[in-house]
């Protein structure tokens, strides 16, 4: 039986990554075989994702930003590529979103939501994420990124796998942090929707370029709000 998928908010750009993508690439001098050779992608997967044929897991984003040597939100906001930003002089910041708000990827396994996306140079990145996959064949390879990482379960049943445990049940409310460098899956059990707020960190100079930097596209003012898919 099919499932129904819950709504999915926030503001869907997807063919913006693909073109600057593309312009930070040649600004960088860089041909498709050389960002395909530097991310440990193929060329061809490359081109898919310029010519917006392909959308990116978040694993695969820090790979391309760190072979690109850019920060995640200038691909985001189309900003020109212009290094590692300096890190804030000062604390005390904030970063207030309202429900729905973000920065929205869609992928076969998940619809991601990116928030707190005006703040830069941030070691941690927070994702909400919507599960669609029922098994692990489904899903496919496991992902895996430098860093740590916490989820909390928002909605839902949900099992994670990696390769290194068995898996873990996590029924709403329940919580895990564990090594994101092992190859994990966040699987949906049951029917009904699964959410999972995970936040994501790195002590990686690199990485954290990436992970901070990835909230400088503005979030949406009005949630977008797509129908959901039977």
């Not at 820090?62 to 690109?68: D, F, V, Y």
């Not at 906001?77 to 005390?92: E, F, I, L, Q, T």
């Not at 959410?195 to 990485?207: A, Y």
């Amino acid at each position: 039986m099919a499932t129904k998928r819950a709504s999915t908010h926030g503001t869907e750009r997807d063919g913006d990554l693909g073109e600057s993508l593309r312009r930070i690439r040649k600004e960088r001098g860089m041909t498709l075989i050389e960002a395909g050779a530097r991310s440990g992608m193929p060329m061809s997967t490359i081109s898919k994702i310029e010519n917006n044929k392909m959308s990116l897991s978040y694993d695969k984003l820090l790979r391309i930003c760190n072979a690109l040597e850019v920060d995640i939100s200038q691909l985001f906001s189309g900003a020109a590529a212009v290094g590692k930003p300096a890190a804030p002089a000062a604390s005390g910041r904030r970063s207030i979103n309202r429900r729905g708000t973000g920065y929205a990827i869609n992928t076969p396994n998940y619809s991601h939501l990116y928030p707190a996306a005006d703040l830069l140079n941030k070691r941690a990145v927070p994702i909400i994420a919507e599960i669609h996959t029922r098994s692990l064949a489904e899903f496919g390879e496991m992902i895996s990124h430098p860093g740590e990482e916490f989820a909390m379960v928002l909605e839902g049943t949900v099992d994670l796998y990696t390769d290194l445990y068995a898996p873990a049940r996590l029924e709403t409310g329940d919580s895990i942090y564990f090594d994101s460098g092992m190859a994990h899956a966040y699987i949906a059990v049951g029917e009904g929707c699964c959410r999972v707020l995970s936040v994501c960190t790195s002590d990686e100079p690199n990485q954290e370029a990436m992970y901070t930097a990835l909230m400088e596209a503005p979030p949406a003012q009005t949630p977008v709000v797509k129908k959901a898919k039977k």
